[in-house]
C-alpha cells in the first residue's frame, strides 16, 4: 500500500501541475466572465445582457490598448523613426481590425445570432492580442 503511495502521488501532483501550466490564462476580464455568467447560459440567455457584456469588454480592452500605445509613445518621444513606426503599424491594425470586422456582420451568413457571436468574438479576441502586443511591447523596452 505504502508503494502505491509513494508511486501514485507523485504521478498525480506531476499530472496537476502539468494541466495547470497547460491552462491557457483567460483572455478577458473577470468582470467580462461574471457578466456573461449573469446573462444566462447558452442557449438561454439573455441577448441584450450578453451585447452589453461584449460592450463593456470591448472599452476595458481599448483602454488597455490606449495605456499601452500611451507608454510606448512617451518611451519613444525621442525615437521618431521608431514611433512613426508605431503609428503606421497601429492604423494598419485598426484599418484591418475594422475591415475585417464589417466583412463578418455583412458576409458571415444568413443567421443573425451566429453573425453576432462569430464578429463579436473576432473583435474581442482582437483586441485582447493587440493589447496583449503593446503591452509586451512595453515590457520589452522597460516600461
Same mark, same amino acid.
Given at each position: 500500500?505504502?508503494?502505491?503511495?509513494?508511486?501514485?502521488?507523485?504521478?498525480?501532483?506531476?499530472?496537476?501541475?502539468?494541466?495547470?501550466?497547460?491552462?491557457?490564462?483567460?483572455?478577458?476580464?473577470?468582470?467580462?466572465?461574471?457578466? @456573461?455568467?449573469?446573462?444566462?447560459?447558452?442557449?438561454?440567455? !439573455?441577448?441584450?445582457?450578453?451585447?452589453?457584456?461584449? /460592450?463593456? /469588454?470591448?472599452?476595458?480592452?481599448?483602454?488597455?490598448?490606449?495605456?499601452?500605445?500611451?507608454?510606448?509613445?512617451?518611451?519613444?518621444?525621442? !525615437?521618431? !523613426?521608431?514611433?512613426?513606426?508605431?503609428? %503606421?503599424?497601429?492604423?494598419?491594425? @485598426?484599418?484591418?481590425?475594422?475591415?475585417?470586422?464589417?466583412?463578418?456582420? /455583412?458576409?458571415?451568413?444568413?443567421?443573425?445570432? @451566429?453573425?453576432?457571436? @462569430?464578429?463579436? /468574438?473576432?473583435?474581442?479576441?482582437?483586441? %485582447?492580442?493587440?493589447?496583449?502586443?503593446?503591452?509586451?511591447?512595453?515590457?520589452?523596452?522597460?516600461?
Amino acid at each position: 500500500m505504502k508503494f502505491l503511495l509513494t508511486i501514485a502521488l507523485p504521478i498525480a501532483f506531476a499530472l496537476a501541475n502539468a494541466q495547470a501550466a497547460g491552462s491557457p490564462a483567460s483572455p478577458y476580464s473577470p468582470q467580462y466572465y461574471a457578466c @456573461v455568467k449573469k446573462a444566462g447560459a447558452p442557449g438561454f440567455y !439573455d441577448q441584450s445582457a450578453s451585447a452589453s457584456c461584449d /460592450e463593456a /469588454e470591448v472599452k476595458f480592452q481599448k483602454k488597455r490598448i490606449n495605456a499601452a500605445y500611451d507608454k510606448l509613445s512617451k518611451m519613444w518621444s525621442t !525615437d521618431p !523613426d521608431r514611433l512613426a513606426k508605431l503609428n %503606421v503599424a497601429q492604423k494598419a491594425w @485598426v484599418q484591418w481590425r475594422n475591415e475585417t470586422y464589417a466583412l463578418l456582420q /455583412e458576409a458571415g451568413g444568413s443567421n443573425g445570432q @451566429v453573425v453576432y457571436i @462569430v464578429s463579436s /468574438e473576432f473583435l474581442l479576441k482582437s483586441l %485582447v492580442d493587440q493589447a496583449n502586443l503593446l503591452e509586451s511591447l512595453v515590457a520589452a523596452n522597460g516600461g
